[in-house]
Protein backbone atom coordinates (compact mmCIF):
# COMPACT_ATOMS: atom_id res chain seq x y z
CA UNK A 1 0.00 0.00 0.00
CA UNK A 2 2.01 3.04 -1.42
CA UNK A 3 1.00 5.94 -3.53
CA UNK A 4 3.90 4.91 -5.80
CA UNK A 5 1.79 1.55 -5.92
CA UNK A 6 -1.63 3.14 -6.45
CA UNK A 7 0.08 5.48 -9.51
CA UNK A 8 1.87 2.58 -10.93
CA UNK A 9 -1.12 0.07 -11.25
CA UNK A 10 -3.71 2.95 -11.35
CA UNK A 11 -5.66 1.36 -8.69
CA UNK A 12 -6.99 3.47 -5.69
CA UNK A 13 -7.65 0.57 -3.98
CA UNK A 14 -3.69 0.68 -3.15
CA UNK A 15 -3.48 3.51 -1.50
CA UNK A 16 -3.02 3.82 1.85
CA UNK A 17 -6.01 4.79 4.14
CA UNK A 18 -7.50 5.45 7.56
CA UNK A 19 -6.97 1.87 7.92
CA UNK A 20 -3.26 1.50 7.55
CA UNK A 21 -2.08 2.75 11.55
CA UNK A 22 0.49 5.14 9.93
CA UNK A 23 -1.35 6.90 7.73
CA UNK A 24 -4.87 7.51 9.46
CA UNK A 25 -4.14 10.95 9.72
CA UNK A 26 -3.30 11.80 5.95
CA UNK A 27 -5.53 9.26 5.24
CA UNK A 28 -5.57 9.08 0.72
CA UNK A 29 -7.92 6.25 0.05
CA UNK A 30 -10.84 8.85 1.44
CA UNK A 31 -9.57 11.67 -0.57
CA UNK A 32 -8.22 10.30 -4.41
CA UNK A 33 -11.59 8.91 -5.93
CA UNK A 34 -10.23 7.78 -9.34
CA UNK A 35 -6.14 7.97 -9.93
CA UNK A 36 -5.63 10.49 -12.80
CA UNK A 37 -3.86 10.60 -15.23
CA UNK A 38 -0.27 10.66 -15.86
CA UNK A 39 1.75 13.98 -15.80
CA UNK A 40 3.16 15.00 -19.62
CA UNK A 41 6.77 15.96 -19.95
CA UNK A 42 6.87 19.84 -18.23
CA UNK A 43 7.62 23.10 -20.05
CA UNK A 44 11.60 23.19 -18.81
CA UNK A 45 12.41 26.53 -20.44
CA UNK A 46 9.56 28.05 -17.94
CA UNK A 47 11.11 27.16 -14.89
CA UNK A 48 12.78 29.97 -12.76
CA UNK A 49 15.93 29.77 -11.07
CA UNK A 50 16.25 27.59 -7.59
CA UNK A 51 16.73 28.98 -4.61
CA UNK A 52 19.85 27.20 -3.30
CA UNK A 53 21.46 27.20 -6.75
CA UNK A 54 23.77 29.32 -5.23
CA UNK A 55 24.68 27.26 -3.00
CA UNK A 56 25.37 24.03 -4.73
CA UNK A 57 28.06 22.80 -6.96
CA UNK A 58 25.15 20.95 -9.25
CA UNK A 59 21.92 21.07 -9.39
CA UNK A 60 19.25 18.10 -10.15
CA UNK A 61 15.80 18.73 -10.91
CA UNK A 62 12.97 16.61 -11.37
CA UNK A 63 10.19 18.38 -13.69
CA UNK A 64 6.96 16.21 -13.40
CA UNK A 65 8.66 13.02 -12.06
CA UNK A 66 11.21 13.47 -15.11
CA UNK A 67 14.88 14.34 -14.59
CA UNK A 68 16.14 16.86 -16.79
CA UNK A 69 19.78 15.93 -17.44
CA UNK A 70 21.89 12.53 -15.98
CA UNK A 71 20.71 9.49 -14.59
CA UNK A 72 21.15 6.83 -12.27
CA UNK A 73 22.07 6.99 -8.77
CA UNK A 74 24.22 10.29 -6.84
CA UNK A 75 27.11 8.29 -5.95
CA UNK A 76 29.68 10.44 -4.28
CA UNK A 77 33.34 9.53 -3.11
CA UNK A 78 35.70 10.06 -0.06
CA UNK A 79 37.87 12.58 -2.27
CA UNK A 80 36.25 15.83 -1.29
CA UNK A 81 32.92 17.46 0.28
CA UNK A 82 30.31 18.15 -2.25
CA UNK A 83 26.94 20.13 -2.00
CA UNK A 84 23.97 18.98 -4.50
CA UNK A 85 20.47 20.98 -5.07
CA UNK A 86 18.01 18.89 -5.32
CA UNK A 87 14.70 20.15 -6.88
CA UNK A 88 11.60 18.43 -7.58
CA UNK A 89 9.18 20.67 -9.40
CA UNK A 90 5.31 20.53 -10.44
CA UNK A 91 4.14 22.12 -13.34
CA UNK A 92 1.10 19.45 -13.91
CA UNK A 93 -2.67 20.37 -13.65
CA UNK A 94 -4.26 17.77 -11.94
CA UNK A 95 -2.35 14.90 -13.37
CA UNK A 96 -0.09 12.63 -10.97
CA UNK A 97 4.08 12.16 -11.37
CA UNK A 98 6.36 9.88 -9.49
CA UNK A 99 10.22 9.83 -9.49
CA UNK A 100 12.85 7.97 -7.67
CA UNK A 101 16.51 8.89 -7.00
CA UNK A 102 19.31 6.45 -5.34
CA UNK A 103 22.27 8.84 -3.27
CA UNK A 104 24.47 6.82 -2.29
CA UNK A 105 28.10 7.85 -0.71
CA UNK A 106 31.34 6.02 0.18
CA UNK A 107 32.74 5.60 3.13
CA UNK A 108 34.07 9.02 4.42
CA UNK A 109 32.59 10.80 1.99
CA UNK A 110 30.49 14.18 2.73
CA UNK A 111 27.44 15.67 1.14
CA UNK A 112 24.97 18.33 1.63
CA UNK A 113 21.75 18.34 0.10
CA UNK A 114 19.28 21.26 -0.36
CA UNK A 115 16.39 19.80 -1.48
CA UNK A 116 13.17 21.63 -2.45
CA UNK A 117 9.55 20.78 -3.91
CA UNK A 118 8.34 23.23 -5.66
CA UNK A 119 4.95 23.99 -6.98
CA UNK A 120 4.02 25.42 -10.48
CA UNK A 121 1.07 23.93 -11.00
CA UNK A 122 -2.55 22.96 -9.28
CA UNK A 123 -4.49 19.64 -8.48
CA UNK A 124 -1.66 17.14 -9.05
CA UNK A 125 -0.18 14.50 -7.02
CA UNK A 126 3.41 14.09 -6.88
CA UNK A 127 5.27 11.42 -5.64
CA UNK A 128 8.87 11.43 -4.56
CA UNK A 129 10.90 7.77 -3.53
CA UNK A 130 14.76 8.45 -2.14
CA UNK A 131 16.87 5.74 -1.28
CA UNK A 132 20.08 7.51 0.36
CA UNK A 133 22.93 5.06 1.86
CA UNK A 134 26.15 6.39 4.01
CA UNK A 135 29.02 4.21 3.82
CA UNK A 136 30.89 3.99 7.42
CA UNK A 137 31.94 7.30 8.52
CA UNK A 138 30.42 9.25 5.81
CA UNK A 139 28.68 12.21 6.43
CA UNK A 140 24.95 14.12 4.73
CA UNK A 141 23.25 17.00 5.85
CA UNK A 142 20.10 17.66 4.23
CA UNK A 143 17.95 20.42 4.30
CA UNK A 144 14.49 20.36 2.72
CA UNK A 145 11.77 23.25 1.64
CA UNK A 146 8.09 21.81 1.21
CA UNK A 147 6.22 24.81 -0.74
CA UNK A 148 3.39 22.69 -2.34
CA UNK A 149 0.11 24.13 -4.21
CA UNK A 150 -3.00 24.81 -1.51
CA UNK A 151 -4.84 21.92 -3.73
CA UNK A 152 -1.97 19.75 -4.56
CA UNK A 153 -1.23 15.75 -2.45
CA UNK A 154 2.46 15.44 -2.34
CA UNK A 155 4.15 12.68 -0.91
CA UNK A 156 8.04 12.03 0.04
CA UNK A 157 9.70 9.15 1.54
CA UNK A 158 13.34 8.60 2.14
CA UNK A 159 14.62 5.21 2.92
CA UNK A 160 17.83 5.82 4.96
CA UNK A 161 20.88 3.39 5.86
CA UNK A 162 23.66 4.62 8.04
CA UNK A 163 26.91 2.38 7.90
CA UNK A 164 28.79 2.22 10.89
CA UNK A 165 29.91 5.54 12.59
CA UNK A 166 28.10 7.58 9.55
CA UNK A 167 26.23 10.69 10.45
CA UNK A 168 22.98 12.11 8.82
CA UNK A 169 21.56 15.46 9.49
CA UNK A 170 17.98 16.61 8.30
CA UNK A 171 15.77 19.21 8.72
CA UNK A 172 12.57 19.59 6.86
CA UNK A 173 10.30 22.51 6.10
CA UNK A 174 6.93 22.35 5.15
CA UNK A 175 4.09 24.49 4.26
CA UNK A 176 1.67 21.59 3.44
CA UNK A 177 -1.19 21.26 0.61
CA UNK A 178 -4.36 19.64 0.05
CA UNK A 179 -2.29 16.21 2.04
CA UNK A 180 1.69 16.73 1.95
CA UNK A 181 3.52 14.10 3.68
CA UNK A 182 6.97 13.66 3.80
CA UNK A 183 8.60 10.49 5.75
CA UNK A 184 11.95 9.42 6.84
CA UNK A 185 12.77 5.53 7.41
CA UNK A 186 16.13 5.41 9.00
CA UNK A 187 18.15 2.26 10.19
CA UNK A 188 21.13 3.00 12.24
CA UNK A 189 24.61 1.30 11.97
CA UNK A 190 27.13 1.09 15.33
CA UNK A 191 28.13 4.62 16.56
CA UNK A 192 25.78 6.33 13.79
CA UNK A 193 24.35 9.74 14.60
CA UNK A 194 21.00 10.98 13.14
CA UNK A 195 19.49 14.31 14.05
CA UNK A 196 15.62 14.32 12.19
CA UNK A 197 14.59 17.99 12.97
CA UNK A 198 10.87 19.53 11.34
CA UNK A 199 9.16 22.47 11.09
CA UNK A 200 5.51 23.03 10.10
CA UNK A 201 4.00 26.40 9.21
CA UNK A 202 0.22 25.76 7.89
CA UNK A 203 -2.30 28.12 7.42
CA UNK A 204 -5.97 28.13 5.27
CA UNK A 205 -6.78 24.47 4.64
CA UNK A 206 -3.79 23.13 4.24
CA UNK A 207 -2.51 20.08 5.80
CA UNK A 208 0.98 18.77 6.42
CA UNK A 209 2.46 15.27 8.24
CA UNK A 210 6.21 14.62 8.91
CA UNK A 211 6.31 11.42 9.73
CA UNK A 212 9.46 9.51 10.91
CA UNK A 213 10.49 5.60 12.02
CA UNK A 214 14.28 5.12 12.99
CA UNK A 215 15.58 1.61 14.02
CA UNK A 216 18.44 1.32 16.03
CA UNK A 217 19.99 -2.00 15.68
CA UNK A 218 23.32 -1.73 16.72
CA UNK A 219 25.75 -0.88 20.09
CA UNK A 220 25.64 3.18 20.44
CA UNK A 221 24.19 5.18 18.41
CA UNK A 222 22.55 8.45 18.28
CA UNK A 223 19.09 10.02 17.27
CA UNK A 224 18.72 13.53 18.04
CA UNK A 225 14.85 14.78 16.60
CA UNK A 226 13.09 17.72 17.51
CA UNK A 227 10.23 19.23 15.35
CA UNK A 228 8.38 22.01 15.97
CA UNK A 229 4.44 23.34 13.93
CA UNK A 230 2.54 26.42 14.42
CA UNK A 231 -0.85 25.69 13.08
CA UNK A 232 -3.81 28.49 11.94
CA UNK A 233 -6.83 28.63 10.29
CA UNK A 234 -8.52 25.59 9.79
CA UNK A 235 -4.99 24.09 8.80
CA UNK A 236 -3.62 20.51 10.68
CA UNK A 237 -0.10 19.42 11.96
CA UNK A 238 0.90 15.65 12.12
CA UNK A 239 3.62 14.62 13.57
CA UNK A 240 4.75 10.47 13.73
CA UNK A 241 8.07 10.08 15.48
CA UNK A 242 8.66 6.65 16.28
CA UNK A 243 11.96 4.98 17.62
CA UNK A 244 12.65 1.29 17.51
CA UNK A 245 15.44 0.40 19.85
CA UNK A 246 15.78 -3.36 19.12
CA UNK A 247 17.58 -6.39 21.64
CA UNK A 248 21.28 -5.52 21.23
CA UNK A 249 21.30 -1.92 20.19
CA UNK A 250 22.73 -1.20 23.56
CA UNK A 251 24.39 2.39 24.68
CA UNK A 252 21.75 3.91 22.54
CA UNK A 253 20.95 7.64 22.81
CA UNK A 254 17.59 8.71 21.44
CA UNK A 255 16.02 11.85 22.15
CA UNK A 256 12.71 13.37 20.68
CA UNK A 257 10.70 16.43 21.17
CA UNK A 258 7.53 18.12 19.43
CA UNK A 259 6.10 21.26 20.27
CA UNK A 260 3.14 23.08 18.16
CA UNK A 261 1.04 26.45 18.25
CA UNK A 262 -2.31 26.22 17.28
CA UNK A 263 -2.97 29.65 16.81
CA UNK A 264 -6.64 29.54 15.98
CA UNK A 265 -9.69 27.72 16.92
CA UNK A 266 -10.47 25.34 14.21
CA UNK A 267 -6.81 24.54 13.72
CA UNK A 268 -5.89 21.36 14.78
CA UNK A 269 -2.25 19.07 15.62
CA UNK A 270 -2.17 15.15 15.85
CA UNK A 271 0.64 13.63 16.87
CA UNK A 272 2.02 10.25 17.98
CA UNK A 273 5.66 10.25 19.79
CA UNK A 274 6.17 6.73 20.21
CA UNK A 275 9.33 4.90 21.75
CA UNK A 276 9.92 0.69 21.21
CA UNK A 277 12.58 -0.37 23.53
CA UNK A 278 13.86 -3.75 24.10
CA UNK A 279 17.47 -3.39 24.65
CA UNK A 280 18.47 -2.87 28.60
CA UNK A 281 21.10 -0.43 28.57
CA UNK A 282 19.57 3.11 26.18
CA UNK A 283 19.17 6.58 27.12
CA UNK A 284 15.91 7.62 25.41
CA UNK A 285 13.16 10.77 25.73
CA UNK A 286 10.68 12.33 24.69
CA UNK A 287 8.67 15.55 25.05
CA UNK A 288 5.68 16.21 23.38
CA UNK A 289 3.78 19.64 23.94
CA UNK A 290 0.88 21.60 22.74
CA UNK A 291 0.57 25.41 23.13
CA UNK A 292 -0.86 29.24 21.94
CA UNK A 293 1.27 32.07 21.95
CA UNK A 294 1.62 34.49 25.29
CA UNK A 295 -0.57 36.69 25.05
CA UNK A 296 0.77 39.28 27.99
CA UNK A 297 3.73 38.90 25.50
CA UNK A 298 1.83 40.08 22.42
CA UNK A 299 0.29 42.89 24.55
CA UNK A 300 3.48 44.45 25.56
CA UNK A 301 4.96 44.03 22.07
CA UNK A 302 1.72 45.99 20.80
CA UNK A 303 2.59 48.69 23.62
CA UNK A 304 5.63 49.04 21.68
CA UNK A 305 4.16 49.67 18.84
CA UNK A 306 4.24 46.52 16.97
CA UNK A 307 1.09 45.55 15.08
CA UNK A 308 -0.57 42.24 15.95
CA UNK A 309 0.81 40.50 12.91
CA UNK A 310 4.03 40.99 13.27
CA UNK A 311 3.91 40.49 17.06
CA UNK A 312 2.77 36.71 15.77
CA UNK A 313 5.62 36.28 13.63
CA UNK A 314 8.22 37.31 15.99
CA UNK A 315 6.76 35.15 18.53
CA UNK A 316 6.25 32.17 16.00
CA UNK A 317 9.61 32.43 14.54
CA UNK A 318 11.69 32.37 17.47
CA UNK A 319 9.80 29.35 18.65
CA UNK A 320 10.18 27.57 15.28
CA UNK A 321 14.02 29.42 15.25
CA UNK A 322 15.71 26.71 18.05
CA UNK A 323 15.30 23.99 15.19
CA UNK A 324 16.52 26.15 12.25
CA UNK A 325 19.32 27.09 14.38
CA UNK A 326 20.36 23.44 13.90
CA UNK A 327 21.19 23.33 10.43
CA UNK A 328 24.80 23.16 10.64
CA UNK A 329 25.34 25.08 6.71
CA UNK A 330 25.46 28.45 7.30
CA UNK A 331 23.97 29.61 3.94
CA UNK A 332 21.24 26.98 4.14
CA UNK A 333 20.29 28.38 7.41
CA UNK A 334 19.60 31.57 6.43
CA UNK A 335 17.78 30.60 3.68
CA UNK A 336 15.70 28.71 6.35
CA UNK A 337 15.31 31.64 7.96
CA UNK A 338 13.90 33.72 5.45
CA UNK A 339 11.88 30.86 4.22
CA UNK A 340 10.10 30.99 7.61
CA UNK A 341 9.98 34.84 7.81
CA UNK A 342 8.07 34.99 4.59
CA UNK A 343 5.39 32.48 5.22
CA UNK A 344 4.64 33.92 8.68
CA UNK A 345 3.68 37.17 6.88
CA UNK A 346 2.53 35.96 3.63
CA UNK A 347 -0.97 34.80 2.98
CA UNK A 348 -2.28 36.65 6.18
CA UNK B 1 -2.01 66.55 26.77
CA UNK B 2 -4.26 63.85 28.52
CA UNK B 3 -7.80 64.41 30.01
CA UNK B 4 -9.65 61.73 31.82
CA UNK B 5 -13.31 61.80 32.43
CA UNK B 6 -15.27 59.79 34.71
CA UNK B 7 -13.50 56.94 33.35
CA UNK B 8 -14.90 53.47 34.20
CA UNK B 9 -13.06 50.46 33.92
CA UNK B 10 -14.41 46.77 34.35
CA UNK B 11 -11.74 43.15 34.31
CA UNK B 12 -14.23 40.32 33.89
CA UNK B 13 -17.04 41.20 36.46
CA UNK B 14 -15.63 43.35 38.76
CA UNK B 15 -15.28 47.33 38.08
CA UNK B 16 -12.33 48.21 39.44
CA UNK B 17 -12.26 52.23 38.02
CA UNK B 18 -15.13 53.84 38.65
CA UNK B 19 -15.46 57.44 38.26
CA UNK B 20 -11.78 58.35 37.40
CA UNK B 21 -11.42 62.13 36.23
CA UNK B 22 -7.81 63.53 36.08
CA UNK B 23 -6.06 66.03 34.00
CA UNK B 24 -2.45 65.86 32.99
CA UNK B 25 -0.87 68.80 31.08
CA UNK B 26 2.26 68.48 29.16
CA UNK B 27 5.68 69.25 30.58
CA UNK B 28 4.14 68.04 33.77
CA UNK B 29 4.84 64.70 36.36
CA UNK B 30 2.05 63.41 37.73
CA UNK B 31 2.36 60.71 40.67
CA UNK B 32 -0.80 58.19 41.45
CA UNK B 33 -0.15 56.93 44.92
CA UNK B 34 -2.86 54.40 46.51
CA UNK B 35 -3.22 51.35 48.44
CA UNK B 36 -2.80 47.85 46.75
CA UNK B 37 -6.02 46.99 44.90
CA UNK B 38 -7.49 50.49 44.48
CA UNK B 39 -6.61 50.73 41.27
CA UNK B 40 -3.18 51.82 40.28
CA UNK B 41 -2.05 49.16 37.30
CA UNK B 42 -5.67 48.84 36.02
CA UNK B 43 -5.77 52.64 35.32
CA UNK B 44 -2.48 52.31 33.19
CA UNK B 45 -3.41 49.23 31.23
CA UNK B 46 -6.64 50.87 30.56
CA UNK B 47 -4.84 54.18 29.24
CA UNK B 48 -2.69 51.40 27.17
CA UNK B 49 -5.49 49.21 25.62
CA UNK B 50 -4.77 45.59 27.24
CA UNK B 51 -7.14 43.36 25.84
CA UNK B 52 -9.48 42.53 28.65
CA UNK B 53 -9.57 45.67 30.49
CA UNK B 54 -12.99 47.00 29.30
CA UNK B 55 -14.00 50.89 29.70
CA UNK B 56 -17.71 50.81 30.58
CA UNK B 57 -18.02 54.60 30.76
CA UNK B 58 -16.26 58.03 30.96
CA UNK B 59 -13.19 59.42 28.32
CA UNK B 60 -9.77 59.41 27.94
CA UNK B 61 -8.52 62.28 25.20
CA UNK B 62 -5.14 62.44 23.95
CA UNK B 63 -3.93 64.99 22.30
CA UNK B 64 -7.71 66.00 21.13
CA UNK B 65 -7.93 62.43 20.70
CA UNK B 66 -10.05 59.55 21.53
CA UNK B 67 -7.35 57.84 23.30
CA UNK B 68 -9.59 54.66 23.91
CA UNK B 69 -10.86 54.19 20.53
CA UNK B 70 -7.00 53.03 19.32
CA UNK B 71 -5.26 49.77 19.15
CA UNK B 72 -2.54 49.30 21.78
CA UNK B 73 0.10 49.93 18.76
CA UNK B 74 -1.55 52.94 17.72
CA UNK B 75 -1.34 54.32 21.12
CA UNK B 76 2.30 53.07 21.17
CA UNK B 77 2.80 54.73 17.73
CA UNK B 78 1.28 58.15 18.73
CA UNK B 79 3.64 58.41 21.89
CA UNK B 80 2.46 56.33 24.96
CA UNK B 81 4.36 54.72 26.80
CA UNK B 82 4.19 52.26 29.52
CA UNK B 83 6.46 51.17 31.65
CA UNK B 84 5.44 47.90 32.65
CA UNK B 85 5.62 46.74 36.75
CA UNK B 86 6.69 43.20 35.11
CA UNK B 87 8.14 43.78 32.08
CA UNK B 88 8.15 40.34 30.08
CA UNK B 89 10.75 38.37 28.55
CA UNK B 90 10.72 37.27 24.77
CA UNK B 91 12.65 33.96 24.24
CA UNK B 92 14.49 33.70 21.21
CA UNK B 93 13.68 37.53 20.20
CA UNK B 94 16.50 39.56 19.95
CA UNK B 95 16.26 42.52 21.94
CA UNK B 96 17.91 44.68 18.69
CA UNK B 97 15.15 43.13 16.51
CA UNK B 98 12.52 43.73 18.73
CA UNK B 99 13.23 47.12 19.59
CA UNK B 100 14.12 48.11 15.81
CA UNK B 101 11.04 46.20 14.46
CA UNK B 102 9.00 48.42 17.14
CA UNK B 103 10.74 51.59 16.36
CA UNK B 104 9.86 51.04 12.76
CA UNK B 105 6.45 50.02 12.83
CA UNK B 106 5.53 53.48 15.32
CA UNK B 107 7.77 55.42 12.08
CA UNK B 108 5.52 53.79 9.77
CA UNK B 109 2.42 54.28 11.36
CA UNK B 110 3.00 57.79 11.45
CA UNK B 111 3.89 58.04 8.16
CA UNK B 112 7.19 58.52 8.48
CA UNK B 113 10.57 56.91 6.68
CA UNK B 114 11.98 53.41 8.07
CA UNK B 115 15.40 54.03 9.88
CA UNK B 116 17.65 51.94 7.72
CA UNK B 117 19.93 49.42 10.25
CA UNK B 118 23.51 51.72 10.30
CA UNK B 119 21.76 54.52 11.51
CA UNK B 120 19.41 52.24 14.10
CA UNK B 121 22.44 50.83 15.48
CA UNK B 122 24.29 54.03 15.92
CA UNK B 123 21.36 54.89 18.06
CA UNK B 124 21.03 52.20 19.78
CA UNK B 125 24.64 52.49 20.72
CA UNK B 126 24.48 55.68 21.92
CA UNK B 127 21.26 55.48 23.96
CA UNK B 128 22.87 52.76 25.24
CA UNK B 129 25.86 54.38 26.04
CA UNK B 130 24.15 57.03 28.00
CA UNK B 131 22.57 54.61 30.43
CA UNK B 132 25.18 52.59 30.56
CA UNK B 133 23.78 49.52 29.15
CA UNK B 134 26.12 46.80 28.07
CA UNK B 135 25.07 46.77 24.21
CA UNK B 136 25.54 43.06 24.01
CA UNK B 137 22.99 42.74 26.12
CA UNK B 138 20.71 43.86 23.39
CA UNK B 139 22.03 40.89 21.21
CA UNK B 140 20.47 38.62 23.57
CA UNK B 141 16.56 37.59 23.75
CA UNK B 142 14.98 40.16 25.38
CA UNK B 143 14.55 40.50 28.81
CA UNK B 144 15.28 36.74 29.00
CA UNK B 145 16.91 35.86 32.56
CA UNK B 146 18.00 39.87 33.21
CA UNK B 147 17.82 40.85 36.94
CA UNK B 148 14.61 42.59 38.02
CA UNK B 149 16.53 46.09 37.83
CA UNK B 150 17.90 44.70 34.54
CA UNK B 151 14.68 44.78 33.01
CA UNK B 152 13.54 48.30 34.55
CA UNK B 153 16.83 49.62 32.70
CA UNK B 154 15.86 48.19 29.44
CA UNK B 155 12.34 49.80 30.16
CA UNK B 156 13.79 53.27 30.59
CA UNK B 157 15.83 52.45 27.44
CA UNK B 158 13.14 51.79 25.53
CA UNK B 159 11.79 55.12 26.55
CA UNK B 160 15.10 56.96 25.11
CA UNK B 161 15.26 55.34 22.39
CA UNK B 162 10.94 55.72 21.13
CA UNK B 163 11.24 59.24 22.70
CA UNK B 164 7.17 59.04 23.76
CA UNK B 165 5.12 61.88 24.91
CA UNK B 166 2.93 60.17 27.12
CA UNK B 167 5.29 58.28 30.06
CA UNK B 168 3.07 55.74 32.56
CA UNK B 169 5.56 54.41 34.18
CA UNK B 170 3.75 51.65 36.85
CA UNK B 171 5.49 50.65 40.15
CA UNK B 172 8.74 51.43 38.26
CA UNK B 173 10.37 51.28 41.81
CA UNK B 174 9.39 47.75 42.69
CA UNK B 175 11.87 45.40 43.21
CA UNK B 176 14.67 47.39 42.73
CA UNK B 177 17.47 48.46 45.14
CA UNK B 178 18.65 51.82 45.67
CA UNK B 179 21.62 51.80 43.25
CA UNK B 180 18.77 50.72 40.70
CA UNK B 181 16.59 52.74 41.40
CA UNK B 182 18.52 55.68 41.09
CA UNK B 183 19.47 54.87 37.08
CA UNK B 184 15.74 54.41 36.49
CA UNK B 185 15.29 57.88 38.36
CA UNK B 186 18.00 59.41 36.32
CA UNK B 187 16.55 58.37 33.47
CA UNK B 188 13.25 59.74 33.72
CA UNK B 189 14.11 62.88 34.83
CA UNK B 190 16.24 63.11 31.84
CA UNK B 191 13.39 62.55 29.81
CA UNK B 192 11.49 65.56 31.12
CA UNK B 193 10.41 68.07 28.82
CA UNK B 194 8.24 70.65 28.17
CA UNK B 195 6.27 68.46 25.16
CA UNK B 196 6.18 65.51 27.60
CA UNK B 197 3.77 64.21 30.29
CA UNK B 198 4.48 61.63 32.68
CA UNK B 199 1.97 59.65 35.12
CA UNK B 200 4.29 58.05 37.84
CA UNK B 201 2.45 55.16 39.50
CA UNK B 202 3.82 53.63 43.31
CA UNK B 203 2.59 52.48 46.02
CA UNK B 204 5.71 54.21 47.97
CA UNK B 205 6.64 58.11 48.31
CA UNK B 206 10.55 56.90 47.87
CA UNK B 207 10.58 56.79 44.26
CA UNK B 208 9.26 60.20 44.49
CA UNK B 209 12.34 61.67 46.08
CA UNK B 210 14.09 61.25 42.85
CA UNK B 211 11.65 61.88 40.70
CA UNK B 212 9.60 65.11 42.19
CA UNK B 213 6.22 65.02 40.99
CA UNK B 214 4.11 68.72 39.96
CA UNK B 215 0.86 66.84 41.50
CA UNK B 216 0.36 63.79 43.46
CA UNK B 217 -2.91 62.06 43.51
CA UNK B 218 -4.69 59.50 46.29
CA UNK B 219 -6.14 56.54 43.92
CA UNK B 220 -8.67 54.81 46.48
CA UNK B 221 -11.27 52.60 45.46
CA UNK B 222 -11.47 53.42 41.71
CA UNK B 223 -11.26 56.72 42.11
CA UNK B 224 -9.30 60.00 42.78
CA UNK B 225 -9.56 60.45 46.10
CA UNK B 226 -7.25 63.88 47.42
CA UNK B 227 -4.99 65.98 44.81
CA UNK B 228 -2.10 68.15 46.19
CA UNK B 229 1.00 68.82 45.93
CA UNK B 230 4.98 66.82 46.35
CA UNK B 231 3.71 67.42 50.24
CA UNK B 232 1.25 64.99 49.73
CA UNK B 233 3.66 62.06 49.18
CA UNK B 234 4.77 63.14 52.35
CA UNK B 235 1.94 63.07 54.06
CA UNK B 236 0.68 59.84 52.60
CA UNK B 237 4.39 58.34 53.88
CA UNK B 238 3.59 59.83 57.30
CA UNK B 239 -0.11 58.53 57.67
CA UNK B 240 -0.66 55.89 55.60
CA UNK B 241 -3.46 55.72 52.55
CA UNK B 242 -6.78 54.55 55.74
CA UNK B 243 -8.44 57.74 55.66
CA UNK B 244 -8.90 57.73 52.14
CA UNK B 245 -9.93 53.71 52.03
CA UNK B 246 -12.63 54.81 54.81
CA UNK B 247 -13.60 57.61 52.72
CA UNK B 248 -13.48 55.99 49.79
CA UNK B 249 -15.43 53.10 51.21
Known amino acids: ?348 | MLSIKDLHVRVGETEIIKGLTLDLPAGEVHAIMGPNGAGKSTLAYALAGRPGYEVTGGSATYNGEDLLAMTPDERAAKGVFLSFQYPLELPGVPGLTFLRTALNAQRKARGEDEIAAPAFLKLARDKAAALKIDFDMLRRPLNVGFSGGEKKRMEIYQMSLFAPHLLILDETDSGLDIDALKVVADGVNAARAPDRAMLVITHYQRLLDYIRPDRVHVLAAGRIAASGGPELAHELEREGYDKYAKVAA
Open chain 1, 1 to 348: MSLASALKSGDVAELPSRRDEDWRWTDLRGLIRAMPAASPPGDAAALTSGIFDDLADETITFLNGRRLAGAGPVAIAADAPRTIALRFVSQARETAHHCALSIDLAPGATLTVFETYEAAGAGYIADVELDIRLGEGARLERVVLIDEADDAVAVSTAEVDLAARAAFAQTALTSGAKRQRFETRLRHGAGARARLDGVYLLDGERRGDLTSEVVHNHLGATTLQLTKGCVRGQARGVFQGRIIVNRGADGTDARMGHHALILSERAEVDAKPELEIYADDVSCSHGNTVGALDEEALFYMAQRGIPDVEARALLTEAFVGEVVDRIEHEGARDVARDWVAQRLRGNQ
